[in-house]
């Protein structure tokens, strides 16, 4: 019988493997809290945040998407405060990239 397998008269887990178990629980509970800690700072942004703001920052994205798909400058991207003024930007931004593209094959 190999030395590594489980010793059936004494039915106990060898010392590497329950050493291996107990690690991987200690990183997915940790996983767990990090990724919980994670969408609770978003939930918290988007109450937190205010339409308005949102409304700024989608513009600002809007203005600097549409610059992008001309071949113009494009403005540098601002620092965001929380993930919902980030994902704003993004959003304008691509919708002025998409917008920018429309007009520029028409002509």
């Not at 329950?18 to 991987?24: A, D, I, K, T, V």
């Not at 629980?25 to 767990?32: K, P, R």
């Not at 809007?62 to 992008?68: D, L, N, V």
Request: hydrophobic residues 30%; contains cysteine; positive net charge.
């Amino acid at each position: 019988m190999p030395e590594n397998s489980i010793n059936p008269e004494k039915g106990k887990i060898p010392f590497h493997t329950h050493f291996g178990l107990r690690l991987l629980q200690v990183l997915i509970i940790l996983f767990a809290l990090l990724l919980t800690k994670r969408c609770v700072e978003i939930y918290y942004d988007n109450k937190m945040t205010s339409e308005q703001l949102k409304i700024e920052y989608f513009d600002k994205g809007f203005a600097s998407g549409i610059k992008k798909a001309q071949g113009l400058p494009e403005d540098q991207e601002p620092e965001f405060a929380n993930y919902s003024l980030k994902q704003a930007y993004r959003d304008g931004y691509r919708q002025g990239w998409d917008k920018g593209r429309e007009k520029e094959k028409k002509p």
